[in-house]
């Protein structure tokens, strides 16, 4: 109770905060990054690093009223054949432009749902990726499937092109929630998807869960909670729902009357933590769960879980390149980001230009705030030495921003001559924490309630 108006009185019920996936955030990019921009950063890629790829497929064969992700509807297999040729076209754009023995870390296929491409073209596109950046020891192929949206034949793809990581989009199980967000899913739907996984020796399952819904209750999400465990996935992402029908007009189908208030969603977020911990997941950051043998558990204890557009990684690729519309890239000098509209991205390529939009360069304060969020958002600490090491930061300046910080948070963050740290009971309000040392303009910050 006492934590509670603690936290009540810090904002955290009211507050809208981003998720730092990036820092600055996108809402921060603009046009002074362009295609030259991108040439230069990937040409500037030495010889023979690891970096890491995202393909976006912004299509989907129904469009869930949650959904606040890019993607639009088809009903038809030809304008994802057409999108999937544009990406062949993209990824021979890219081969010419990298130096010599460029290897893949990760490569990640998200959405929109990457499993509408016909099971032909899957192998296509892996190939062309495989021909343009061959994979490096130990590399991640993952994919985001849509148990709705997969077959034998597209998972013999899948497999078959060397994924070894597969996301399922699960949401929530209860079939009352999933009618008024737009989603029905039957758990045998699931576990058949899962099966087919499971069937091909993928090595890792990740599930997406929310909490948050309309008509979640404590019950219901541990009900929930408790059908995902009992499908064993190496990791889970409890994503938060976020509810900005103004953003995603397709939201404005949740019966938003019905939505929980700030104090249910940390009730709720803390019924399923505790039964995701009770049956031996580790905490990860403020919004996974992984079992220890899971490369997240393992980056996380040895201080390397990093974060970016994706959420929580192990990758420690410096390059992380993003083809495909609306896709974000992250070199060491920046971000890119793809034109959004699929046209625009497909008239691009077609001219035999890449599409960048808009981006950030970043200046090297940027550097040292983009690893001190990362810092709290993946350890809830973050250490002066490092800091000082790798970013050239001023003792004193640091010394000062955390006293700052710890005069408005109070016990809910710990100074010690190390750095600063969020204790348990403050990580509630880790994204307030990062944002206070977010230089940039704060109304422009982000849409998703702080919770
Ligand atoms: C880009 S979607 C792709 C998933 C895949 N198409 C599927 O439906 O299974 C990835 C995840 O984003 C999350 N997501 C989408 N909209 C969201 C929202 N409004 N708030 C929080 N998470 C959201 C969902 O958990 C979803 O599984
Ligand atoms: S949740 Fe997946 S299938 Fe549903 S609209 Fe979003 S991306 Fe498409």
């Avoid at 002074?32 to 040439?39: H, I, L, N, R, S």
């Avoid at 060491?332 to 950030?360: D, K, L, W």
Wanted: proline share 5%; glycine share 6%; hydrophobic share 40%.
């Amino acid at each position: 109770m006492e934590q509670e108006s603690q936290l009540t009185r810090l904002g955290l019920f009211d507050a809208r905060v981003p998720r730092y996936t990036s820092y600055p955030t996108a809402p921060h990019f603009s046009a002074e990054v362009g295609p030259a921009k991108f040439e230069e950063w990937i040409e500037a890629i030495p010889a023979g690093a690891s970096i890491s790829l995202y393909m976006h497929v912004p299509f989907c064969r129904r469009l869930c009223w949650f959904c606040a992700c890019r993607t639009q509807g088809t009903q038809s297999e030809e304008p994802v054949r057409a999108y999937s040729e544009t990406l062949l076209a993209e990824l021979k754009m890219l081969k010419d432009r990298l130096a010599p023995g460029v290897k893949l870390s990760r490569l990640h296929w998200g959405g929109g749902t990457p499993t509408l491409m016909p099971a032909d073209m899957m192998r296509r596109v892996a190939n062309a990726v495989f021909e343009a950046v061959p994979m490096g020891e130990g590399a991640e192929f993952s994919v985001e499937i849509d148990p709705n949206e997969i077959d034998a034949a597209r998972m013999d793809a899948l497999a078959e092109s060397g994924m070894n990581r597969a996301s399922i989009g699960v949401q929530d199980f209860d079939p009352q929630i999933q009618s008024v967000i737009g989603r029905d899913q039957s758990y045998e739907i699931t576990r058949a998807a899962v099966e087919m996984i499971r069937e091909r020796d993928v090595a890792s399952l990740n599930a997406d869960i929310l909490y948050g819904l309309p008509h979640q209750t404590p019950t219901k999400i541990a009900d929930s909670v408790q059908k995902l465990l009992s499908l064993n996935p190496d990791r889970v992402a409890l994503y938060g729902y976020a509810h900005v029908p103004w953003m995603a007009r397709r939201q404005t189908m949740i019966p938003s009357d019905h939505l929980p208030t700030p104090q249910e969603r940390l009730k709720l977020f803390e019924v399923a933590r505790e039964l995701f911990v009770a049956d031996g997941y580790d905490e990860i950051g403020i919004d996974h769960f992984a079992l220890p043998t899971d490369g997240l558990s393992i980056a996380q204890k040895a201080g390397k879980l990093r974060r970016n557009f994706q959420g929580y990684t192990d990758d420690l690729a410096e390059a992380l390149v993003g083809m495909g519309a609306s896709s974000i890239s992250r070199f060491p000098q920046g971000y890119a980001q793809n034109a959004s509209a699929t046209s625009a991205h497909t008239a691009a390529i077609r001219e035999g230009r890449f599409s960048t939009a808009r981006g950030h360069e970043f200046t090297a304060e940027d550097k040292l705030r983009a690893r001190l969020i990362e810092a709290l958002m993946c350890d809830f600490e973050v250490s002066t030495e490092e800091l000082v090491r790798d970013f050239a930061a001023d003792r004193e300046e640091l010394a000062a921003m955390f006293k700052a910080c710890a005069d408005h948070f109070g016990d809910m963050v710990q100074l010690s001559d190390g750095g600063l740290r969020i204790p348990m009971k403050g990580r509630p309000l880790t994204r307030m924490i990062a944002r206070h040392f977010d230089a940039y303009d704060l109304s422009k910050a982000g849409h998703s309630s702080a919770i």
